[in-house]
């Protein structure tokens, strides 16, 4: 089977890693003919949130990174065996240096041109391992154009030479890797980078040019009309956008010629970015989307000059909303992404997320921010959604091999979606999908319906059986409810369990006839790090009972 259908994808993938191994050599073998520039033209901004807590170890030798803690007595972190892959991310990228700016001071401009250097020194002219990965160097690129001012404050012309000419080759680096960038969100931030890099540094026209048509390329394959991007994951919208917002500006304040997608790419990705936004905030859960952080998010609406109510629906994107007084439920009615794109989505096809106030009652697990590799790979199981599991097996199915690793190998290929207005005023997603079409003969249907005032929500899940299998005996579903760590289960009787909130806002999850169970859960999602709450799962079985239904009314 892998011969027959993947052939073609394994020679893509060796073709292209043997085209990049070429064109590292080139870049190598002339690395030293790069002319630095003589001087930076601007510093864009970084909108993202400075803590100076995370500063003040920084100077006393201690990076609190991805959730782990390097203790370095003063010395480079580069010196040192990193405590995670995550950690080397965080670390080579340089974003930590926006805290470094919490006080303009001497000494912290000290301390960041001295890591900075120690970069230079140790990493600078290897081109290879995780600091020359594509996405770390444009995130790099963008750190240290954005945060020049602190690390070149008083610095001696040797470093600021120095600084500059690996600038220029860490951007040369970014041109000549482009065409092997994985598409989606790391191809968007490279461009992003040298797109910053064509203005904050001195530049010939053309060269503006060319990255200013580049980046718009990006827009047209990959946000959505909609405003959703490719990989329907909801933060990487928020991601762009942090990094595209400050470069919008660094092209008004220097007075180019925007690129001709900017300002209405921009603009199409805020109502997207409200779109997936629950009412506490933070954004839902779907396709390898982690937390938010609150400030992150309000520092963004503060420039969205297309306000407005969210859609009830982001067509292209494939995604569902229901909203009535303080209730929101978003769904996922799409199909995942193929290919490449694939390696970070979910198989969490009619998977729900339901707040209320200022809580998240129901949610997907999420996508850890700092956990290895085994634990994103959990998060993207069926298993991780709030939505149904049968036989044990995710609707979609994960490639195991090391040479195309990550990859949805057998997805779900139809998703059916139809929306009506009750004539008692509910709203009304109804949804199927075949992900187990092809391994279990069956369909699972989805029914979501919200009453016009927000107080109501109910539910049916139901599995369809193709009539060439409804003689090969029984099928186990599971349907799964996710609850937000902050939420409190109580049982109530057998059929209900009563969820309540920390300000005493609660909601009853009932199933009449089926026994409702309590189980230990694990949250993926959390900002601190992987965390334990609850879930709440139904059991059911074709040809035994192919139906469940299921309500959420509001209590308190």
């Known amino acids: 089977m892998w011969s027959g259908r993947f052939s073609g994808l394994y020679l893509r993938e060796a073709w292209r890693r043997m085209l990049r191994r070429a064109a590292l050599l080139r870049l190598r073998l002339f690395r030293h003919t790069v002319n630095a520039p003589e001087r930076l033209i601007v510093a864009p901004t970084d909108l993202r949130v400075v803590d100076p807590h995370v500063a003040e170890e920084i100077l006393t030798g201690r990076f609190p990174l991805a959730?782990?803690?390097?203790?370095?007595?003063?010395?480079?972190?580069?010196?040192?065996?990193?405590?995670?892959?995550?950690?080397?991310?965080?670390?080579?990228?340089?974003?930590?240096?926006?805290?470094?700016?919490?006080?303009?001071?001497?000494?912290?401009?000290?301390?960041?041109?001295?890591?900075?250097n120690s970069w230079?020194?140790?990493?600078?002219?290897?081109?290879?391992?995780?600091?020359?990965?594509?996405?770390?160097?444009?995130?790099?690129?963008?750190?240290?154009?954005?945060?020049?001012?602190?690390?070149?404050?008083?610095?001696?012309?040797?470093?600021?030479?120095?600084?500059?000419?690996?600038?220029?080759?860490?951007?040369?680096?970014?041109?000549?890797?482009?065409?092997?960038?994985?598409?989606?969100?790391?191809?968007?931030?490279?461009?992003?980078?040298?797109?910053?890099?064509?203005?904050?540094?001195?530049?010939?026209?053309?060269?503006?040019?060319?990255?200013?048509?580049?980046?718009?390329?990006?827009?047209?394959?990959?946000?959505?009309?909609?405003?959703?991007?490719?990989?329907?994951?909801?933060?990487?919208?928020?991601?762009?956008?942090?990094?595209?917002?400050?470069?919008?500006?660094?092209?008004?304040?220097?007075?180019?010629?925007?690129?001709?997608?900017?300002?209405s790419g921009i603009d199409r990705m805020y109502p997207a970015l409200r779109f997936f936004r629950h009412q506490d905030g933070d954004l839902a859960l779907f396709n390898?989307?982690?937390?938010?952080?609150?400030?992150?998010?309000?520092?963004?609406?503060?420039?969205?000059?297309?306000?407005?109510?969210?859609?009830?629906?982001?067509?292209?994107?494939?995604?569902?909303?229901?909203?009535?007084?303080?209730?929101?439920?978003?769904?996922?009615?799409?199909?995942?992404?193929?290919?490449?794109?694939?390696?970070?989505?979910?198989?969490?096809?009619?998977?729900?997320?339901?707040?209320?106030?200022?809580?998240?009652f129901i949610v997907n697990s999420g996508?850890?921010?700092?956990?290895?590799?085994r634990y994103v790979e959990i998060a993207r199981t069926t298993a991780a959604h709030s939505t149904v599991t049968l036989n044990d097996t995710s609707s979609s199915r994960f490639s195991t091999s090391d040479f195309v690793s990550h990859i949805i190998v057998e997805a779900v290929k139809t998703v059916n979606v139809d929306r009506a207005l009750a004539d008692d005023g509910r709203d009304v997603i109804r949804a199927s999908h075949d992900g187990y079409l092809r391994a279990f003969g069956a369909l699972h249907e989805r029914e979501l319906t919200l009453n016009a005032t927000g107080s109501i929500m109910t539910g049916c899940d139901r599995l369809v059986v193709s009539e060439e299998r409804k003689s090969d005996g029984e099928l186990q579903a599971v349907a799964r409810f996710h609850a937000h760590p902050s939420?409190?289960?109580?049982?109530?009787?057998?059929?209900?369990?009563?969820?309540?909130?920390?300000?005493?806002?609660?909601?009853?999850?009932?199933?009449p006839g089926n026994t409702v169970q309590i189980s230990e859960d694990v949250f993926f999602a959390d900002a601190s790090g992987i965390c334990g709450s609850d879930q709440m799962e139904i059991s059911f079985s074709y040809p035994e009972r192919p139906e469940i239904r299921w309500f959420l009314s509001r209590r308190s």
């Open 67 to 116: 959730g782990r803690m390097l203790e370095t007595g003063g010395k480079s972190p580069f010196t040192f065996s990193l405590p995670s892959r995550s950690f080397a991310l965080r670390l080579h990228s340089f974003g930590w240096l926006r805290h470094m700016r919490a006080k303009k001071s001497d000494f912290h401009s000290n301390v960041a041109r001295a890591i900075v």
């Open 487 to 511: 939420i409190n289960l109580k049982q109530m009787d057998r059929e209900s369990v009563l969820m309540t909130a920390p300000d005493g806002e609660s909601w009853l999850f009932s199933s």
């Open 120 to 263: 230079l020194s140790i990493h600078g002219g290897r081109i290879e391992g995780i600091a020359w990965e594509i996405d770390v160097t444009a995130q790099r690129v963008i750190a240290w154009l954005s945060h020049s001012p602190v690390v070149l404050q008083n610095a001696d012309r040797g470093f600021y030479r120095r600084f500059l000419r690996s600038l220029a080759f860490q951007v040369r680096f970014l041109r000549r890797m482009a065409k092997y960038a994985p598409p989606g969100e790391t191809r968007f931030r490279l461009r992003v980078a040298l797109a910053m890099a064509s203005i904050a540094m001195p530049a010939r026209a053309s060269a503006l040019r060319k990255a200013a048509e580049a980046l718009d390329q990006e827009f047209d394959s990959q946000i959505l009309p909609d405003g959703g991007h490719i990989s329907r994951n909801p933060r990487v919208g928020l991601e762009l956008l942090l990094d595209l917002l400050p470069l919008r500006q660094t092209y008004i304040n220097l007075g180019h010629d925007l690129p001709q997608k900017l300002i």
């Open 288 to 360: 390898g989307a982690t937390s938010t952080l609150a400030t992150e998010l309000i520092s963004l609406l503060r420039y969205d000059e297309t306000a407005g109510d969210p859609f009830k629906a982001m067509p292209h994107s494939r995604y569902q909303r229901l909203a009535a007084g303080r209730t929101v439920v978003i769904a996922d009615t799409g199909l995942p992404p193929s290919g490449a794109l694939s390696r970070t989505a979910h198989a969490g096809c009619l998977s729900f997320e339901m707040s209320s106030g200022r809580h998240r």
């Open 367 to 373: 996508s850890p921010k700092f956990a290895g590799s």
